[in-house]
């Protein structure tokens, strides 16, 4: 009989434990669901954080110690640098486009017929010709013609816009929240020693060094160098007179991101060059454009002192991966998280008493 009701009873205990488990399970998944939009802007502002602090250490000392200040500063002027160049593109496109739209509407708009260089463009040069031609011949039937094609085009583009507002918001998001991490900047340092330490005992507090250090490199190495690039990229064309100069700089930002030559995007650019201006201004911004690709061999050195660990198939993997998870913002926050897995699982692995040094070869010692 007492084994019948001690039997019973531990029944029920365990009915009562699996009860709690789902519960705190389901508890758990809402929580995570709710808080899963904001992963990518606190991480985001976590790498900012990092990056940013000796910059802000600095404004400390300026500021007589008035961290608060310091912070404030910091994300204003970030804020600034992010929203002000957007405000002003926007307005611009959003003037051009209505003004291209009633040149078009009402039959004013006139396109000059292309130069015969045109056709001496590798691969494309036929069909560019072709369609500029008639674009310029007749542009009222050509966009008839093609009225579905236009559609998707326009399409696309409202969606590409979108995406890129979202993404703007994200990183205004992400700056405020950097600004926040760097007015706790001694509370998040103690909070992720302890953690550390609690998780990979003695060697967490080297691990936590070197998570900052991974970051600040990536940051510098590859961010650094892929925003100065494209800074250029688009500074040469602007001065040529590039059409859409704003949006190839930005494939140059993303390309460099992705550790690709910036020619990928400033060949066929400069190829157009030399189709639509004098060969010598055509010459000078191909040699602009070379030098802009091969920069990152005396920045990155420049930028980071003892050089970039990671691989570039790591950071490779990682930026195309955060993109297609996440968008824009993903590909910052991709090269640098898989930067940062891979430099720790490297440390973890070899057990080195300096974590990121790469194990020497029989032939080395």
Same mark, same amino acid.
């Given at each position: ?116 260089? =045109? ?21 009222? &039937? ?37 600004? =926040? ?5 001694? /509370? ?22 070197? &998570? ?101 198939? =790591?950071?490779?993997?990682? /930026? ?46």
């Amino acid at each position: 009989m007492m084994n019948n009701t001690a039997a019973g009873e531990s029944s029920s205990q365990a009915i009562v434990t699996v009860i709690r488990v789902v519960i705190l399970g389901l508890l758990f998944a809402w929580c995570l669901q709710i808080i899963l939009p904001f992963v990518q802007p606190v991480a985001w502002g976590m790498i900012i954080a990092v990056a940013a602090y000796p910059i802000y250490k600095a404004l400390v000392a300026k500021l007589g110690g008035r961290e608060k200040m310091a912070a404030g500063l910091f994300s204003v002027i970030m804020l600034a640098l992010l929203l002000v160049p957007t405000v002003e593109l926007a307005f611009s496109v959003s003037d051009s486009s209505s003004g291209l739209i009633d040149k078009i509407q009402q039959g004013e708009l006139k396109i000059a017929p292309p130069p015969e260089k =045109v056709k001496s463009l590798p691969l494309i040069g036929e069909k560019v010709y072709s369609v500029w031609s008639a674009s310029s011949e007749n542009l009222e &039937a050509l966009l008839a013609k093609n009225k579905e094609r236009v559609a998707q085009i326009a399409k696309t583009a409202f969606s590409l816009v979108t995406g890129a507002g979202f993404s703007i918001l994200q990183f205004a998001l992400s700056i405020i929240i950097a600004g =926040v991490f760097l007015v706790n900047a001694e /509370a998040c340092k103690s909070f992720s020693h302890v953690l550390s330490v609690k998780l990979a005992g003695e060697a967490g507090e080297s691990f936590t060094k070197l &998570a900052g250090d991974t970051v600040s490199s990536v940051v510098k190495g590859v961010l650094g160098v892929a925003i100065i690039q494209a800074v250029f990229s688009g500074v040469g064309m602007l001065v040529m007179d590039i059409p859409g100069a704003g949006i190839w700089a930005l494939l140059v930002l993303l390309l460099a991101i992705m550790q690709l030559p910036p020619l990928v995007v400033l060949g066929p650019v400069a190829a157009y060059a030399f189709s639509a201006y004098d060969s010598t201004p055509a010459t000078i911004f191909l040699v602009w454009c070379i030098f802009i690709s091969v920069s990152d061999g005396f920045l990155k050195p420049m930028l980071l002192g003892r050089g970039l660990s990671t691989p570039m198939l =790591v950071i490779l993997i990682g /930026a195309i991966g955060g993109m297609m998870m996440s968008g824009i913002i993903g590909l910052f926050v991709g090269s640098v998280v898989l930067s940062l897995a891979y430099e720790l699982s490297v440390a973890w692995l070899y057990g080195e008493s300096q974590p990121g040094d790469k194990p020497e070869t029989e032939e080395a010692k």
